[in-house]
């Protein structure tokens, strides 16, 4: 968990130092204003692509439902269309070209099959039969025998000689 940590920290601390160095550069070749333009008209389009994408997904989603399809990839899918939608609303030039492309549907959907690869290789899938694989083996439970049968009598009470 620590290299997650110490990518993550690294991640974050160094995405923005290059993403500011880059604006910088871009601002001092074309001017300040194109450079602004350039941040707000990335974000605006990329939100509008965001939302045409993310409701195709979702009627994709509600299509794999109705046919009684488990629907994993819409899931991912929906997933990296949000991460990219997040990404395009942060000014950079780096996160646009990011968020950009995990909206071009099939690089998204290449990202998207192997994430699924991903988790599925680390799931842990156990069946009614048996155990997962690595877990203690519990002993088999023995058959029920008519004797583990218990035979009781009862009496049905009308509804004044209920007992509190």
């Known amino acids: 968990m620590g290299a997650v940590l110490a990518l993550l920290l690294l991640l974050f601390t ?13 601002g001092s070749h074309v001017g300040v204003v194109p450079t ?3 941040i707000l ?6 939100a509008a692509l965001a939302r045409h994408q993310g409701l195709a997904t979702l009627r994709r989603f509600q299509d794999a439902l109705g046919r009684g399809r488990l629907p994993e990839r819409e899931l991912i899918e929906g997933l990296l269309i949000l991460i990219a939608a997040a990404v395009l609303l942060t000014p950079g030039v780096l996160t646009d070209i990011t968020g950009f ?15 699924g690869r991903s988790v599925r290789r680390r799931l842990v899938v156990s069946s009614p039969g048996g155990s997962p694989p690595g877990s203690p083996r519990r002993p088999p439970r023995p ?14 009470l009308d509804g004044d000689d209920r007992r509190p």
Do not use: K, M, N, Y
């Open 14 to 26: 160094t995405v923005p130092l290059l993403e500011l160095a880059l604006l910088l550069w871009i």
């Open 36 to 38: 602004i333009a350039l």
């Open 41 to 46: 008209s990335t974000g605006v389009l990329g």
């Open 101 to 115: 492309l995990l909206l071009v549907p099939p690089i998204r959907h290449l990202v998207a099959a192997r994430i």
């Open 143 to 156: 058959p029920q025998r008519e004797d583990d049968v218990i035979d009781a009598d009862f009496e049905v």
